[in-house]
């Protein structure tokens, strides 16, 4: 099992920045992949960026791509994900996820596929 504690979470103008970051504990050896999902109120959670843990290896989903970076540091078990050019639509709970499955990190997109979640941190974007 994998413990998942997100932060960097807040409060942002548009047009600011954020960078959050998911520090990972536990049985991090059999994390294959780590991801960032985001929920706005009454829509589903959906994908925003995955990373192979071993090669670094990302993928972005298409309306973040150029603003948004997924990251991370091998040697403090984190990953990061920096956030440009923020947009009020961008108003979520984003949420730190990790898995134990194999694969091409472009096939790592759906919920289904992770099995370790962290509790989310909010990040509210102001017009």
């Known amino acids: 099992q994998v413990q998942l504690v997100e932060s960097g979470g807040g409060l942002v103008q548009a047009g600011g920045s954020l960078r959050l970051s998911c520090a990972a504990s536990?049985?991090?050896?059999?994390?294959?992949?780590m991801g960032w999902f985001r929920q706005a109120p009454g829509k589903e959670r959906e994908f925003v960026a995955a990373?192979?843990?071993?090669?670094?290896?990302?993928s972005h989903a298409d309306s973040v791509k150029g603003r948004f970076t997924i990251s991370r540091d091998k040697s403090k078990n984190t990953v990061y994900l920096q956030m440009n050019s923020l947009k009020p639509e961008n108003t979520a709970v984003y949420y730190c996820?990790?898995?134990?499955?194999?694969?091409?990190?472009?096939?790592?997109?759906?919920?289904?596929?992770?099995?370790?979640w962290g509790q989310g941190t909010q990040v509210t974007v102001s017009s």
């Open positions: 536990g049985r991090t050896f059999s994390m294959n992949f």
């Open positions: 990373i192979s843990w071993s090669a670094g290896s990302t």
């Open positions: 996820a990790a898995t134990r499955a194999y694969g091409l990190v472009t096939s790592i997109k759906s919920t289904l596929d992770f099995d370790s």
